[in-house]
């Protein structure tokens, strides 16, 4: 299956590497990142409830995915992990909580994205990877290129709360999100 929107069974289930360990507790770095609404964000300007879903990249319909990327755990479902954050965004907003999209693909190629979804919020290039050496965030390399491994970070006063890693399936991503921040 060649739909980017679903993910297909048996894809390998992610296992935790303790990669993330380290994050709970630090401060978000201050990084200049471009937004698809056209703006620069700057993480440690926005001080209230956070939600960072990193991603790999996505897939664009009729382009082929990186060669072997349904093989590598946790690679695939770009798309739907973007869709179950737009289906809950309003509850997500509801809990005070300002969401983003990250990878390290450019502008332009999110800004597809965004607008084929719909999507509500903005999405964040970070194209030369400064969350990765601010925050020595997982990365992986598909395609010759060094991509983030998906996790999520909620952040409160510049501060990384929880970590959600690894993020399997991506579909379910909001939900999980949501449920922890209703608990706490």
Request: contains cysteine.
């Amino acid at each position: 299956m060649n739909d980017i929107t679903f993910l297909p069974a048996g894809l390998p289930v992610p296992i935790d590497d303790g990669l993330t360990a380290h994050l709970e507790g630090m401060h978000l770095p201050d990084v200049a990142l471009v937004s698809t609404s056209g703006g620069i964000v700057n993480l440690t300007a926005i001080q209230h409830r956070l939600v960072i879903y990193v991603y790999p990249l996505t897939g664009r319909p009729g382009l082929a995915l990186p060669e072997g990327w349904d093989a590598i755990p946790g690679a695939r479902g770009c798309t739907p992990q973007a869709c179950d954050f737009s289906n809950h965004y309003l509850e997500l907003q509801q809990l005070n909580a300002t969401v983003f999209g990250l990878s390290s693909q450019t502008t332009d190629y999110q800004s597809e994205l965004k607008n084929r979804l719909h999507l509500p919020f903005d999405l964040l290039s970070d194209a030369t990877l400064q969350l990765w050496d601010a925050l020595q965030l997982p990365v992986f390399q598909a395609d010759g290129r060094l991509l983030y491994k998906r996790l999520t970070l909620i952040a409160e006063h510049n501060v990384i709360s929880k970590v959600f890693y690894p993020v399997f399936p991506p579909n379910q991503n909001a939900r999980h999100v949501l449920d922890w921040l209703k608990s706490h």
